[in-house]
C-alpha cells in the first residue's frame, strides 16, 4: 500500500514556473514507477509525465515537452514535477500516482495508487 501526497501548487503568471512534489508513504517506494496526471474542469484526465523506478527512463506528454521536467529521490520517497514557462492552459489539478512496476508508463488505467491532487491555476 502506498499514499500519496501532493503539495506545491497555486496560482502563477504566465510564463511562470512551479516544482510540485509529491511525498509517498511506505519502504517500497523506489519499487514503483511514478507518474503525474492533470485533470482540467470538464476534461478527462490526461497524461503529463512519468519516471521508472530508477529514474532513468522518463515520458513527457508532447504539450509539456521541453517545459516540465519529472524527477525523483527514492532516498526522501519524493517525486518531483518541475514546470517552466506556464501557460493557461496548463491550467488543471495535478496528481501523482504509482505503479507497481519498475518501468514508466502513460497508460492511466496501469497506475494503482493516487494522490488527492494539487490545484495548479496559470493566469495570463
Known amino acids: 500500500q502506498v499514499q500519496l501526497v501532493e503539495s506545491g501548487g497555486g496560482l502563477v503568471q504566465a510564463g511562470g514556473s512551479l516544482r510540485l512534489s509529491c511525498a509517498a508513504s511506505g519502504r517500497t517506494f523506489s519499487s514503483y514507477a511514478m507518474g503525474w496526471f492533470r485533470q482540467a474542469p470538464g476534461k478527462e484526465r490526461e497524461f503529463v509525465a512519468a519516471i521508472s523506478w530508477s529514474g532513468g527512463n522518463t515520458y513527457y506528454a508532447d504539450s509539456v515537452k521541453g517545459r516540465f521536467t519529472i524527477s525523483r529521490d527514492n532516498a526522501k520517497n519524493t517525486v518531483y514535477l518541475q514546470m517552466n514557462s506556464l501557460k493557461p492552459e496548463d491550467t488543471a489539478v495535478y496528481y501523482c500516482?504509482?505503479?507497481?512496476?519498475?518501468?514508466?508508463?502513460?497508460?492511466?488505467?496501469?497506475?494503482?495508487?493516487w494522490g488527492q491532487g494539487t490545484q495548479v491555476t496559470v493566469s495570463s
Open positions: 500516482a504509482a505503479e507497481r512496476g519498475h518501468m514508466a508508463t502513460m497508460v492511466i488505467q496501469e497506475y494503482d495508487y
